[in-house]
């Protein structure tokens, strides 16, 4: 949230400005962490009085200073100087509803100014003089400030993370502590039987793409399916690794993001390959064949090998292992108990605010509950 002119600004997605039309554009289908996404567009008006430098400047400190997706091709091929335009220009969404259903974007130059004021050292030097003799309360008020947002370490790999705790030394600068936990499913891969399992599913599932599938086929599938999330289940709690990070704050600098905001930037790698895609299949339809087709999902899915589905759907940009290992598994994911927190310990997690909020009706032990799954 970003409080300017006496009024709160609430963050709920990124907005992308696009030299062409998207018009024709389908919904783009991530699985991120066993939840599917469908990132749609909505048309609306343009800003006003705002330059692409600011949108530039967003986007170079949020996407590739502190998330460091170095590797998506963001200009156009074979351009890759700053003297053309990147492909598409996205950034973030401040907005405060206003009477009779309107609402307001904060521009991208008070965004710009707000980031600059808290761009500042976690432990600037003079409360580093003064931080062992400071009261109890003092520091824990000034800690509450910085607690749960991302901190960024300039030149360093991975450059950002999560600030959980800051815990005072006798004689170094106040540690950094981050909490996180593996998750089962990035760690079980090392299981014999799972990967036995998964091996028999991915044979099944790709002979099936390639012809059709009787309800023989079908329910074999589901069986190997149901058969891994058993296993999945089974060794759940045993393949969960609690992980507690130490880091000195001498280099590290206040960036004013949450992990709310890191979360949907890492979702822009699959949408911004996803726009590419379908800006080819216009010149496509336009250059090459002549025809406009009423169904671009069945373009889009005639041009797109049956091996690549999974890669597609789940694309992470050209380097999914850091935005996996470094951003989502350790060091910026929201902080959380466990992989799924719905279903942990049978109650309901907070509210959290994604891309899209979708909500399911569960009936367990005549009680209906709503998840607000992210």
């Known amino acids: 949230m970003i409080t300017y002119d006496d009024h709160d600004y609430t963050f709920e997605g990124f907005s992308v400005l696009s030299h062409v039309s998207l018009a024709n554009v389908n919904n783009c289908i991530?699985?991120?962490?066993?939840i599917d996404y469908a990132i749609g567009l909505e048309e609306e008006s343009p800003l006003e009085n705002f330059t692409i430098e600011e949108l530039d400047l967003l986007q170079q400190y949020l996407l590739i200073d502190v998330c460091e997706l170095y590797d998506i091709q963001w200009r156009p091929l074979n351009r890759t100087d700053n003297s053309t335009c990147t492909c598409f220009?996205?950034?973030?969404?401040?907005?405060?509803?206003?009477?009779?259903?309107?609402?307001?974007?904060?521009?991208?130059?008070?965004?710009?100014?707000?980031?600059?004021?808290?761009?500042?050292?976690?432990?600037?030097?003079?409360?580093?003089?003064?931080?062992?003799?400071?009261?109890?309360d003092k520091w824990e008020k000034?800690?509450?400030?910085?607690?749960?947002?991302?901190?960024?370490?300039?030149?360093?790999?991975?450059?950002?993370?999560?600030?959980d705790q800051l815990d005072r030394e006798t004689n170094s600068y106040p540690v950094i502590v981050h909490f996180g936990i593996r998750?089962?499913?990035?760690?079980?891969?090392?299981?014999?039987?799972?990967?036995?399992?998964?091996?028999?599913?991915?044979?099944?599932?790709?002979?099936?793409?390639?012809?059709?599938?009787?309800?023989?086929?079908?329910?074999?599938?589901?069986?190997?399916?149901?058969?891994?999330?058993?296993?999945?289940?089974?060794?759940?709690?045993?393949?969960?690794?609690?992980?507690?990070?130490?880091?000195?704050?001498?280099?590290?600098?206040?960036?004013?993001?949450?992990?709310?905001?890191?979360?949907?930037?890492?979702?822009?790698?699959?949408?911004?390959?996803?726009?590419?895609?379908?800006?080819?299949?216009?010149?496509?339809?336009?250059?090459?064949?002549?025809?406009?087709f009423k169904n671009r999902w069945?373009?889009?899915?005639?041009?797109?090998?049956?091996?690549?589905?999974?890669?597609?759907?789940?694309?992470?940009?050209?380097?999914?292992?850091?935005v996996k290992n470094t951003l989502v598994r350790h060091n910026c994911h929201l902080k959380k108990k466990c992989l799924n927190e719905f279903f942990c310990e049978g109650k309901l997690s907070n509210t959290k605010y994604g891309l899209w909020r979708s909500k399911t009706i569960v009936s367990t032990d005549h009680q209906t509950r709503c998840l607000d799954i992210i």
């Open 183 to 292: 998750p089962a499913v990035l760690s079980i891969q090392y299981n014999q039987e799972y990967r036995q399992a998964y091996k028999s599913y991915l044979k099944v599932f790709f002979l099936l793409k390639n012809r059709t599938p009787t309800d023989d086929d079908k329910a074999n599938l589901r069986d190997k399916e149901q058969r891994l999330k058993q296993i999945v289940a089974k060794h759940a709690e045993q393949l969960k690794r609690e992980i507690v990070v130490e880091i000195s704050s001498r280099y590290a600098y206040r960036t004013g993001f949450k992990s709310d905001i890191i979360q949907y930037s890492l979702l822009l790698s699959s949408l911004h390959d996803h726009l590419r895609f379908h800006q080819s299949l216009t010149e496509l339809e336009d250059n090459l064949v002549g025809y406009k």
């Open 298 to 322: 069945l373009m889009q899915l005639a041009l797109t090998h049956p091996s690549g589905n999974y890669v597609l759907h789940n694309n992470l940009g050209p380097n999914p292992d850091h």
């Open 142 to 163: 000034y800690v509450s400030k910085v607690q749960g947002s991302i901190v960024w370490f300039p030149r360093h790999r991975p450059a950002a993370i999560r600030l």
């Open 89 to 136: 220009h996205f950034f973030p969404r401040f907005a405060r509803t206003l009477p009779d259903n309107g609402k307001e974007l904060l521009h991208p130059a008070e965004q710009i100014q707000y980031f600059l004021k808290h761009l500042k050292p976690v432990m600037p030097d003079d409360l580093y003089s003064r931080c062992r003799s400071m009261p109890m």
């Open 30 to 34: 991530v699985v991120y962490h066993n």
